[in-house]
């Protein structure tokens, strides 16, 4: 028996220029300059992410049954290389939604990492052979292949609603997504708070960091010890 696999037109592709200058960045500098609120919270990588590695492409959306992998398999067929996999499969973790056979075929397809707002296995295989991973959860219990899902639809994943095209940071400290048409003006802001913080640095090495306006925001009230007891 055949399900519904609803398939919304895609995205086009960002300039690979916009792209490699992410992967410069950091997925706080990019939810620092977006008012702190671009993150997905809870994803966070669980294979193949290399230390200090930072991903970032454009966003492949698909929305699955919980525990239900059918329409990521048919999203893997037709991904195109440099995209990035993001899965809304309703944050449910009892059940994975990939592993390693899928993360080796997605290396084979040259995209960028996989997201998933659900389960995955198969971790070490995934660390061998996958791109880089980003679930909220691990179960040993495999999915169904049922369907039925929409790919490059809208989708919400850990609470943070992400279009196909969408652009998507990813590093150690989980995910960070751009609207897509304000990528060049949130990432050229990204890049001054990343020189800011690169002459703050600078400033802690050379013991003379600004600390004034911690006492600006602070009354401090000092607190006698108690002779009660
Ligand atoms: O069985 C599945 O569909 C998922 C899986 O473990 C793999 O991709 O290796
Ligand atoms: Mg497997």
Redesign the pocket.
């Known amino acids: 028996m055949q399900t519904e696999c609803r398939l919304y037109p895609a995205s086009p592709m960002p300039p690979t220029e916009l792209i490699e200058r992410l992967k410069g960045l950091a997925s706080s500098l990019v939810s620092d300059v977006f008012g702190r609120w671009a993150g997905a919270p809870g994803l966070l990588p669980v294979s193949g992410l290399a230390p200090g590695q930072v991903i970032a492409g454009p966003a492949f959306t698909v929305r699955t049954r919980p525990g239900d992998?059918l329409v990521v398999h048919k999203a893997l067929d037709i991904a195109r290389p440099g995209e990035i996999l993001v899965i809304a499969a309703g944050g449910a973790t009892d059940r994975?939604i990939?592993?390693?056979?899928?993360?080796q075929y997605a290396q084979t397809k040259d995209l960028a990492g996989i997201i998933v707002d659900g389960a995955v296995?198969?971790r070490s295989d995934l660390d061998r052979v996958s791109p880089p991973v980003f679930a909220a959860g691990i179960s040993h219990l495999?999915?169904y292949?049922s369907g039925p899902g929409e790919l490059r639809c809208p989708i919400s994943v850990a609470g943070l609603t992400v279009l196909d095209g969408d652009i998507i940071i990813g590093d150690e400290d989980g995910i960070a997504v751009l609207p897509r048409a304000r990528g060049e003006e949130l990432i050229t802001a990204a890049e001054a708070k990343g020189e800011a913080e690169a002459a703050e640095s600078a400033a802690i090495l050379a013991g003379n960091w600004d600390r004034t306006w911690i006492d600006e925001g602070l009354k401090i009230v000092n607190v006698q010890a108690s002779s009660s007891n």
Do not use: C, I, Q, V
């Open positions: 992998n994975a990939l592993g390693g056979l899928m993360g296995r198969d495999g999915p292949k």
